[in-house]
């Protein structure tokens, strides 16, 4: 998302340079290279200034220094390879189990990656999967589909495919807990949340009135 908005603010700044270009040149009778000077400097200036300021804000909203921003994107680029390197194993298998487990694991992959990659903070309570886990399931997963493609099998290729198989289902048991972990903060907010709603409903369901109306009755 925010790589789209630098591609918009870009356009914009180009075209507000054009603009400038336009009423330079052919309003004012500027010189050619001067008012594409002037005009390239504005659309410069505006689309850094824009830029600082948006960055600012979300660094402020995450409560992030620009060298941490800086170390998560770098450890979140490795790690979008990483996915990459799952995914072209996860499609290079043909069997029916391999195809399915490696699936599974992919999608818990991208689900980590893409709840850090929109919450950065998150990535300091997710360094247990991005330092080991995803490495692990990467090299993991590509020795099983090397392996399960190979056409003549003996006693030791089914030996290693049963061990990386059972390896890989703990693995997969690991992110579901990284991921949860990760969410935690979460579910924790919600549950207060329900408890406070849950308090609300009940003091609406109270009423002092309803007990004197009801005293009168008797």
């Known amino acids: ?10 356009m914009l700044s180009a075209g507000e340079a054009f603009l ?8 004012f009778d500027f010189a050619f290279l001067p ?3 002037i005009s390239l400097l504005a659309g410069a200036l505006t689309f850094f200034s824009i830029k600082w300021i948006s960055d600012y804000r979300f660094l402020k909203k995450n409560r992030l220094t620009r060298k941490e921003y800086a170390y ?11 996915v990459g390197r799952l995914q072209k194993a996860f499609f290079s298998v043909r069997t029916l189990g391999a195809f399915k487990q490696l699936y599974e ?12 990659h929109k919450d950065p903070r998150r990535f300091y309570q997710s360094e247990r999967f991005f330092f080991y886990h995803l490495d692990s399931v ?7 589909a090397q392996l399960a493609a190979q056409p003549v099998k003996n006693e030791q290729i089914y030996l290693s495919l049963k061990e990386t198989q059972s390896t890989l289902e703990d693995l997969s048991e690991s992110i ?13 907010d919600l549950q207060f949340e329900l408890d406070v709603a849950r308090h609300s409903l009940k003091k609406l369901e109270y009423h002092p009135l309803d007990d004197e109306r009801s005293t009168r009755n008797d």
Do not use: C, P
Not at 2 to 9: H, N
Not at 20 to 27: H, Y
Not at 72 to 82: G, T
């Open 138 to 144: 990467v090299e993991l997963s590509e020795r099983y």
């Open 105 to 116: 694991l992919s999608k818990l992959v991208k689900r980590m990656y893409t709840i850090v």
């Open 72 to 82: 998560i994107q770098k450890n979140l680029h490795e790690a979008k390879k990483k």
């Open 176 to 188: 579901k807990k990284d991921i949860y972990q990760v969410l935690s903060s979460d579910v924790d």
């Open 1 to 10: 998302m925010r790589a789209f908005y630098s591609f918009l603010l870009g």
């Open 35 to 37: 008012s594409a000077g």
């Open 20 to 27: 400038i270009w336009l009423i330079l040149f052919l309003g």
